[in-house]
């Protein structure tokens, strides 16, 4: 089973020494999305989720706009069907929806997207998985098929295709396989240069989830590639990136522990103390909301997830460098709690590598994703050396578009020692953090890290911390 549905592993940064080339075949290896100039991300937020688990994120590309359109409409598309499955009420676990994505390849002539789209409706767990290319010469954006010269190619690669599926056994069906272009929509290439098409869960196999792969050699693909596709497949070659855990728990060293280059000049067992926490970024209203702090003289804890870090390592070095905190929010926002151990660990590891490397320091701070821990991740976050770190206030702000609203329900719930819930990849966030800090100020908070609420006593890896209200340390909860 396992080397019949040989997986790929999630997109990291490319590590600076040359990977050997996989033993497996169909494994993709991804580019480094913070070499690609003009590189940001977006998110999709559903107007209602009505109890549903939504995280949805997709590259944009300034100088490809007609890739970024490609890649929302896709995600869109997605999306908008999960949204109308009927879920009855109540039902556990819930419903869950995650888009991942990973640059299959990068050159001056073309870009490869690949998106991973996996979605629960409360039992198990099925992804479909989708490769949109990017001719640079032609400035067109096109799907996988496109990458083949024609019909006659499809027909051609669908038989190479179905002969080696024919190999790997009875939980599979090769007759499944027709050579239609939806069947052929995720097509990328192997650092050897071998076409690989990669089909979507129970696809083409028999009731069983799981990536299922076909590596075609490099010779027998070239005469069905059109000219875009020679392209990509050259782009391909030789690209490496981290593949095993160890790897990228070695990757760390000896870098210290992540901090806050301006804390110590705070003691919060004295003063009114509130730590501001922004997650789900870095995205692109995020500059903008470090501009505001950095007028405000405020600073906060940004949990980055793994995903959104790598394509935009300049904005967490900035946030060191203005003397906030930047720790781990995992690398796609899956819920780690309907995870298996090695997903789960894989998750938080691989977020850890990209931000260890863009700032230099280990991050011993995680936030779950939707607030879900139980002993598994809390367990895995002591492992790696991570305390959990969940709010006290929440600003509601995915909700509300309303920056006003989202300023006066900040504002009204604070308390000493508060850790406040917001989002720095929403426009309304940003919009309403200048009163949210105007006012909070003005009733003599002063703006800190997580752990400054806690000093002198120094937070536990793998202790659940959701508020600085511990008795010994904030004196003045009972302050008028």
């Known amino acids: ?82 949204t109308r499955r009927k879920v009855s009420r109540g039902a556990l676990p819930r419903p869950e929806f995650n888009v991942d994505w990973q640059l299959a390849a990068a050159s001056p002539e073309v ?98 989830t799981g990536r299922v792969a076909v590596a075609v050699p490099s010779a027998t693909a070239a005469p069905l590639l059109s000219a875009t596709g020679l392209r990509a497949r ?33 003691d919060c067992a ?13 995205g692109p209203e995020t500059g903008r909301l470090l501009n505001v702090l950095g007028a405000h003289g405020a600073r906060a804890t940004f949990f980055a997830l793994g995903s959104n870090a790598s394509a935009r390592p300049e904005l967490l070095r900035r946030m060191r460098d203005e003397g906030h905190l930047v720790a781990n929010h995992s690398w796609s926002h899956r819920d780690l709690t309907a995870l298996p151990p090695a997903l789960l660990a894989d998750q938080l590891t691989r977020a850890q590598y990209v931000i260890t490397q863009a700032i230099g320091q280990v991050p011993t701070l995680m936030r779950p994703p939707y607030n879900t821990a139980d002993a598994r991740v809390t367990s895995t976050a002591r ?49 309403a953090t200048p009163e949210i800090l105007r006012e909070i100020a003005a009733k003599g908070y002063t703006f800190v890290t997580v752990p400054e609420l806690y000093d002198p006593h120094a937070m536990e890896p793998g202790r659940t911390y959701d508020s600085g209200t511990v008795s010994d340390v904030l004196k003045n909860q009972s302050m008028p």
């Open 1 to 82: 089973m396992a080397a019949m549905l040989a997986g790929c592993g999630v997109a990291t940064a490319s590590p600076p020494a040359k990977s050997p080339v996989p033993s497996e075949p169909t494994l993709i290896n991804y580019v480094d999305p913070s070499m690609v100039q003009g590189m940001s991300t977006r998110s999709l937020t559903p107007e209602a989720s009505k109890g549903r688990r939504v995280h949805a994120t997709y590259p944009a590309i300034s100088h490809a706009p007609l890739l970024t359109e490609k890649l929302r409409e896709t995600v869109a598309e997605s999306l908008d069907r999960f």
């Open 111 to 208: 870009l490869g997207v690949r998106l991973r789209i996996g979605q629960s409706m409360g039992s198990g767990w099925r992804e479909s998985r989708t490769t949109v290319w990017y001719d640079r010469m032609s400035r067109r954006a096109l799907d996988s098929p496109d990458l083949l010269k024609n019909g006659t190619a499809l027909a051609t690669l669908t038989g190479l295709v179905r002969k080696e599926l024919a190999l790997r056994g009875p939980l599979v069906n090769p007759s499944a396989l027709k050579p239609i272009p939806e069947m052929f929509d995720s097509i990328g290439f192997n650092p050897r240069g071998d076409l690989v098409v990669e089909f979507d869960d129970e696809q083409v196999s028999l009731g069983v």
């Open 383 to 431: 492992r790696l050396g991570m305390s959990v770190v969940r709010w006290s206030v929440d600003a509601e702000d995915l909700r509300d578009p309303d920056p006003r609203a989202i300023a006066r329900r900040t504002v009204d719930r604070i308390k000493p020692g508060s850790i406040v819930l917001m989002h720095d990849v929403h426009d309304a966030t940003v919009d």
């Open 270 to 282: 004295r003063v009114r103390c509130v730590a501001l926490t922004y997650e789900d970024g870095p």
């Open 234 to 266: 050259d782009a391909a070659v030789g690209t490496a990136t981290l593949t095993s855990q160890e790897d990228l728990l070695a990757a760390r060293g000896d870098r210290p522990a992540a901090h806050s280059s301006k804390a110590g000049g705070v």
